[in-house]
């Protein structure tokens, strides 16, 4: 079965290739979106080019972030794939299947030979702490050991899928991608309403036992500051889906104490229990 992570970049030389050696040995392929990062982000996906990345696409910058933009080329790209499962992710994240018996390719095609077609994510967030608070480096994953579960709902990350066929979407949602959006088909699947958390589609059913996803957002104080302070995000996408990542000031940057966190011991222990709502990182007003 063929699975493809469709994975958005910008200046994520940091992450990248833990990312992709991490499904090269997870049997997924990676089509890349270079947002024109300006680090080795490129240079260091390109070794992957005979491996396991597919494609590598660039989505001009603008000057600015605008997320809705690079969603809606992923939605895209879901049709126009060639795919089994498709799976829309980020560099700073490592996922895993719900025991460490499978690979995640192995454990999407279980997912599929039982009928489903999608797949939701428990989110576990890695973050450093005031006692150890760098990890700027490649080996994030050996050192940053603390973490907390995060799911504002549930499903919270349903974005794995299995790849839909383009079914005739009726003239008022043609005449509103056209005026909205200004494209004249309509893709199979929804990202850009819930800002990539939940895949939407017709006939959606949702495997009930969830996958797990480890997000290491920064790897230190001056790396959350660069990755959101000196970002300048799409005015009209500053009210929407970002939230704090968005409008949070240097000052307001906080690391949690280790006593906030649960020590990582395993994949197969992350405790999802008491899930955080908000992240430990900001401390905003």
């Not at 790209?77 to 829309?88: F, G, N, P, V, Y």
């Not at 025991?99 to 454990?107: D, F, K």
């Amino acid at each position: 079965m063929k699975i493809v992570a469709i994975l958005a970049s910008y200046n994520e030389q940091r992450f990248i290739r833990a990312c992709l050696e991490h499904y090269l040995h997870q049997g997924i392929d990676v089509y890349l979106l270079d947002n024109d990062s300006t680090d080795d982000t490129l240079a260091i996906a390109r070794e992957y080019l005979d491996r396991n990345v597919i494609g590598i696409e660039r989505i001009p910058r603008h000057g600015m972030y605008q997320w809705q933009k690079i969603l809606m080329r992923k939605e895209q790209l879901a049709d126009e794939i060639e795919a089994d499962w498709l799976m829309h992710a980020d560099p700073d994240e490592i996922r895993v299947a719900p025991n460490s018996r499978q690979t995640l390719a192995e454990a999407l095609e279980e997912v599929d030979g039982k009928g489903y077609n999608a797949v939701n994510f428990m989110e576990y967030t890695f973050l450093p702490v005031r006692e150890f608070p760098e990890h700027d480096n490649a080996e994030f994953q050996k050192t940053m050991r603390w973490y907390y579960p995060f799911a504002q709902r549930h499903p919270h990350r349903l974005n794995a899928w299995k790849k839909q066929s383009r079914r005739w979407p009726g003239t008022r949602r043609l005449v509103s991608e056209l005026v909205h959006n200004r494209r004249w088909t309509v893709p199979s699947v929804n990202l850009r309403d819930t800002g990539g958390h939940v895949v939407h589609f017709d006939g959606i059913r949702p495997y009930p036992v969830d996958f797990k996803l480890k997000h290491y957002i920064v790897l230190s104080l001056d790396h959350a500051i660069q990755k959101y302070v000196k970002k300048a995000f799409d005015p009209k996408e500053i009210a929407g889906s970002h939230g704090w990542r968005a409008t949070a000031k240097a000052h307001e940057f906080l690391l949690p104490s280790q006593s906030q966190m649960r020590l990582y011991t395993s994949d197969d222990e992350l405790d999802a229990s008491n899930p955080l709502v908000e992240h430990l990182l900001v401390q905003q007003n």
